[in-house]
């Protein structure tokens, strides 16, 4: 019986063998071999199909005239090899067509092309890794020439050396993987603080991958709805072109695609509002998909109803010292007669690690301490040759700041941003007085005259929301604010190019320049060492706008000089030494601002009741000033009178 059992078992086992070593693979041979030709036609779809996305990568970024970048090259040098290797294939299974019995060639030949398949995939798999905004890349380049790079390429790790950046990137990365609560996350924060870099670590972060069934980014900029979703729908394979005239349909459609998903859906500097729904992209479902934004607009975060959200903000000192150190010098060593130089050269971009990656790139190899002594000088004072020497600073940090300068909602506004670089560096600039030198510019506009203040405040928001101003100080409100140097220089590149403006503040000089255009609409001399001004000779007829305060061995005006501006609406003359009036400062009918505070003036003539639109008088801090005129009553259209020593009712 046992004999039985053992001879019985044996068989079975001898049986198994030969069916798994002999019978199974002869049947896959025979398989293989009648279904080669169909596997030759699935390769040669699949061949068109590589061939096409071949194609179209490279195409389009030959039309924008750029480099593929280095990991996307790779990997399409990689695929073309694949390209090759299927032609081969395919040659081979023609040419065995019809060898119906052999049994030799045929299931080998259907093995490697089972494995080119395999290959195949990968590759396709790790081209969508790569970038993944592909399908997007025309719309980057469009919208954000200076991004393109930078979304295909890994940033270098030292660009991340703040530890502000360092525990944001801890906080997002916990916000997508560990609180499955949180949909909707807002990053905001001023131009170049680093908002893309940080969404590109997340998004090359390989736990996001595993726990995400698709990562999708979308640089919106100026994107319409019909192009977002355009977008999206690339990255899934999800074809939308039928429905171009219906958008229900095309919400629908799309929403169907994505619920079905884990997906993450990084949104790129946005600027508007954006009704998700409506686009077609719900999250926060049962599956756990979150959407990421960034954004300059901080109002904005708050319109989007964020489950989580907070500000970048520049890098402190040392780690800004520690990024420029390791981008303009090879591994971080420096020779020592060069090493204060360079660090006065990176305090002036002001911890901004767009402006530290710029200014340093543009000083890799330069050893000569001279060109350093020159470049800091330069920087110091806003040279307009700085930019035009340094090409790469207006391209690759004037034209991404300047965005949020562009993206303003009118003239008037950008004109008031404009209004920082009539101030020095680093200066506190109070509010008050700042929104009434743009009221008596007329660059507030409100139905109601008698809200003008109130709507200049409201500006004042916005540029605060934008991140083109800072709040200084705010015991009460918002008193004071700031500008960051870096866009301070960018407002003076501007406000100088195009804007016919000459912004001189904080730059010690000892004379007025006598090179102003005939067309020249603001000057400021704020804080200089000018002792004299010019007797005659100027002709700026469009002046609206002069600021000498702070010239504190200015001691007399003379009488052509205010002549030569009779469109002026602003004139600060605060803290000089002038002791007298000229006449011809009364001949300025369009004042409106008038700012003598903390001279030396003793009197002011009866011939101010001459500035009947002149809403806007500071005559604080004039010691010697021992009474007001009476006609000073006459002045109807007076909003703002300062002169804390008199009991005055206007």
């Known amino acids: 019986m046992a004999l039985d059992l053992a001879i019985g078992t044996a068989g079975n086992t001898i049986s198994n063998t030969i069916t798994s070593v002999i019978i199974n ?60 290797t299927a032609r081969d294939l395919i040659d081979r299974s023609r040419q065995q067509q019809h060898c119906l019995d052999c049994f030799l060639c045929k299931p080998n030949l259907s093995r490697q092309i089972r494995k080119w398949k395999t290959n195949f995939e990968e590759l396709f798999k790790e081209i969508q890794t790569d970038i993944s905004v592909f399908y997007n890349t025309r719309g980057i380049v469009t919208s954000a020439p200076h991004q393109t790079e930078l979304l295909l390429q890994d940033a270098p790790d030292y ?74 729908a690339q990255t899934i394979n999800l074809d939308l072109t039928v429905f171009h005239s219906n958008s229900d349909l095309r919400k629908m459609k799309l929403s169907a695609h994505l619920k079905i998903r884990k997906f993450l859906l990084i949104l790129d500097d946005m600027w508007n509002p954006l009704n998700l729904k409506q686009l077609g992209v719900e999250f926060g479902n049962e599956r756990g998909s979150k959407v990421v934004f960034s954004t300059r607009n901080g109002d904005l975060v708050r319109q989007m109803n964020t489950g989580k959200s907070f500000q970048l903000q520049p890098l402190s000192p040392d780690e800004a010292w520690e990024l420029f150190r390791n981008v303009a010098f090879k591994d971080g060593h420096l020779p020592s007669d060069l090493e204060h130089i360079a660090e006065e050269v990176a305090k ?16 890799i190899g330069i050893m000569a301490v001279d060109q350093w002594n020159l470049a800091l000088g330069q920087m110091k004072i806003m040279d307009l040759n700085f930019p035009s020497t340094h090409p790469r600073v207006e391209y690759e940090l004037y034209q991404i700041l300047r965005w949020s300068y562009d993206r303003l909602p009118n003239a008037n506004f950008k004109n008031c941003f404009l209004y920082c670089a009539m101030f020095p560096e680093d200066k506190e600039i109070e509010v008050d007085k700042l929104v009434g030198m743009w009221i008596a510019e007329g660059i507030v506009e409100s139905k109601n005259p008698a809200n003008l203040m109130e709507t200049a405040k409201s500006y004042i928001n916005l540029l605060v929301d934008r991140c083109l101003f800072e709040v200084a100080h705010f015991p009460q409100g918002i008193v004071f604010l700031k500008t960051h140097d870096v866009l301070r220089d960018m407002a003076i590149f501007i406000g100088e190019k195009e804007e016919n403006c000459l912004f001189r503040a904080g730059q010690m000089h000892e004379q007025f320049p006598l090179e102003i255009r005939e067309d020249c609409q603001r000057i400021s001399l704020y804080d200089n060492n000018v002792t004299h001004l010019p007797a005659e000779g100027l002709k700026c007829r469009k002046l609206v706008s002069l600021i000498l305060r702070g010239n504190k061995g200015l001691e007399k005006i003379p009488e052509a000089f205010l002549a030569s501006f009779p469109c002026l609406k602003v004139l600060d003359l605060s803290r ?74 206007l």
């Not at 995400?212 to 994107?223: A, G």
């Not at 319409?224 to 979703?229: A, G, R």
């Not at 002038?578 to 003539?605: G, R």
């Open 348 to 363: 002036e971009c002001k911890g901004l690690p767009l402006a530290i990656n710029v200014i340093a790139s543009t000083m």
């Open 159 to 232: 660009g991340f050396v703040g530890l502000e950046f360092k525990n944001a990137e801890k906080q997002l990365k916990s916000w997508l993987t560990e609180a499955p609560q949180v949909g909707l996350i807002g990053i905001w924060g001023m131009g170049g603080v680093g908002k893309t870099t940080l969404l590109k670590k997340v998004y090359n972060y390989y736990k996001v991958s595993d726990i995400f069934d698709v990562v999708i980014w979308v640089t919106v900029s100026q994107f319409s709805i019909i192009e977002l979703q355009s977008c999206i």
């Open 25 to 84: 693979p002869l049947i896959q041979q025979i398989d293989d071999a009648i279904h080669l030709d169909e596997n030759r036609k699935n390769l040669e779809t699949q061949l068109n199909r590589m061939k096409s996305l071949l194609l179209d990568i490279r195409n389009q970024f030959q039309e924008q005239q750029r480099t593929l970048p280095a990991t996307v090259d790779n990997c399409v040098r990689r695929m073309e090899n694949e390209v090759r």
């Open 576 to 649: 000089t030494k002038i002791k007298t009036l000229p006449i011809s400062l009364w001949q300025l009918t369009q004042l409106e601002f008038l700012d003598l505070s903390y001279t030396e003036i003793e009197d002011v003539p009866e011939g101010i009741k001459n500035l009947y639109r002149l809403q806007f008088l500071d005559l604080s801090g004039c010691s010697k000033l021992s009474s007001l005129p009476r006609h000073i009553r006459e002045l109807k259209n007076l909003k703002s009178l300062q002169a804390s020593q008199y009991n005055v009712v």
